[in-house]
């Protein structure tokens, strides 16, 4: 049998199969690879001593540590105008890292009746991200929103107070219930509030993840200097038009880059954020890369 695993806790996992859910324990020999399965993993799975373990893990798109899960597909930043006011730097970091693990980030824009949401729409207008504003008496952006989860995984990330459980309230007013039900069916009450659950809603799925702020942003999500200008899509038009090969575009003559940027084709803001990530990084050897530990 195939499927999707839904939760891992406590050396189980729980696999959706397509008619039911079934509660396995991961063969021995993963233990061996340092390799455990995690929400998202499509795995196979098969009888063992009378019991049924995951017997293979399919080759995954993408794999996060913190929180724990797989093929991850569109990540949802949730940002709101004020209260608190957003950082275009957090918003640019955690949109990078999802470029780099081939992910599509999407910005939603929460609080627009309390401040303009000009600023932000002027800083990812010419990023290629989708930027979505919420308007709940309006129902504004609640359809786009439902339309990027059709057919993918999805998550929801967003630091405290920007409104995130509202919007998945209003998105899914049965939340709470359908994922305490969960928790309770899978997780057996078992530190139930920390683990990753994925259910289906809109014709795809969205993995719940309690206390989920950020991706963390230390080694499991290192960006090397050599990768980072792919992970701002409005460069890529520019890339490889430069004077100088290997141009890191911070203040090389001849840089396409910057001279994007002078004409107004690249957001200042997140160019800004470019630089400040890149000066984070351009001194690291390979062998100081903190994924490698």
């Known amino acids: 049998m195939k499927g999707y695993v839904v939760k891992g806790i406590g050396g189980f996992y729980y696999v959706n199969v397509g008619t039911e859910v079934l509660e396995c324990k991961a063969k021995g020999i993963f233990r061996k690879r340092r390799i455990s399965p995690v929400a998202g993993d499509n795995v196979e799975l098969e ?16 794999v996060f540590v913190r929180p724990p ?3 991850l597909d569109v990540l949802f930043l949730v940002a709101s105008t004020t209260q608190p006011v957003p950082s275009t730097l957090v918003l640019d970091k955690l949109s990078a890292i999802a470029v780099d693990k081939g992910v599509q980030p999407v910005i939603i824009c929460t609080k627009g009746d309390l401040a303009e949401t000009k600023f932000l729409e002027q800083a990812y207008e010419k990023s290629t991200i989708p930027f979505i504003r919420v308007d709940y008496e309006t129902g504004e952006g609640l359809e786009e929103i439902k339309s990027w ?24 007013p049965d939340l709470g219930q359908q994922t305490g039900e969960i928790s309770m069916k899978l997780g057996r009450g078992r530190h139930t509030t920390r683990e990753v659950t994925i ?33 701002f899509p409005e460069f890529r038009p520019y890339l490889g038009q430069c004077r100088f090969t290997g141009c890191a575009h911070r203040n090389e003559k001849g840089c396409a880059v910057l ?27 390979d062998w100081q890369r903190p994924d490698r530990f």
Do not use: H, Q
């Open 47 to 62: 009888t063992e001593n009378g019991g049924i373990v995951i017997a293979k893990i399919e080759e995954r798109k993408n």
């Open 69 to 71: 899960i797989a093929n």
């Open 149 to 172: 989860i059709t057919g993918r995984l999805c998550a929801f990330c967003g630091n405290s107070g920007v409104g995130k459980s509202t919007l998945l309230n209003t998105l899914l």
């Open 199 to 231: 259910f289906e809603a809109f014709g795809g799925k969205i993995a719940d993840t309690p206390g989920f702020a950020s991706l963390d942003t230390g080694k499991a999500c290192y960006i090397p200097k050599e990768n980072l200008e792919l992970a």
């Open 259 to 285: 001279a994007a940027l002078e004409r107004g084709e690249i957001s200042r803001t997140r160019y800004d954020s470019y630089a400040m990530m890149y000066d984070e990084v351009k001194d690291i050897k």
